[in-house]
């Protein structure tokens, strides 16, 4: 970090850093299919501005799974992360026996980064759980490859449906 010039400047610098701001530090968002039943929830939480990090979780009911709703709500949330709020990088978690998060993840970019072990217990079972990441230029890479594979007839939104409502994937000819 430069060395601002004077101890008043380094004293407005940490002054500026440290004040709280109305910046959340959560998003948090239900899932609901057309018929207003809830799918899920997912988000972006443990949001640091500072050093541009936050963590994205994603639960889905049972019904609701293998569908594509989790990539589809993953890749808006990273569009959130990376195109709004300009966050550098993104970390999510999977218990080892959770195969499909694995794969959908990794088809979104996401890279194991460690292990910890013993980290989760899930009925009645002590299981490792994997710590992953994606930085923004490789959600930049992984995006397009995505967009291409996935139906662009179904679509999640965050917030109300409108023209001008960020989707996933989104409108032919509008990049987010």
């Given amino acids: 970090m430069p060395r601002p010039l004077g101890d008043d400047a380094d004293l407005a610098h940490w002054k500026r850093i440290l004040e709280p701001t109305e910046q959340p530090a959560n998003y948090w968002y239900r899932l609901t299919g057309e018929d207003g039943t809830l799918a899920g929830i997912a988000g972006l939480q443990e949001i640091d501005y500072v050093n541009g990090n936050a963590v994205l979780p994603v ?93 662009s007839d179904v679509r999640v939104y965050l917030g109300q449906v409108s023209e001008r409502t960020p989707s996933w994937p989104p409108p032919a000819g509008r990049e987010m």
């Fill in 59 to 151: 639960f889905l009911a049972e019904d609701a799974r293998r569908q594509g709703l989790g990539t589809r709500v993953s890749a808006l949330l990273l569009v959130l992360a990376f195109s709004y709020l300009r966050l550098t990088r993104v970390t999510s978690y999977f218990r080892e026996d959770n195969g499909s998060s694995r794969k959908m993840t990794e088809g979104l970019g996401f890279e194991v980064e460690g292990r910890l072990r013993a980290g989760s217990y899930f009925q009645g079972k002590r299981y490792d759980t994997f710590v992953i990441g994606i930085l923004e230029p490789e959600w930049s890479q992984a995006r397009i490859a995505l967009r291409e594979q996935l139906d």
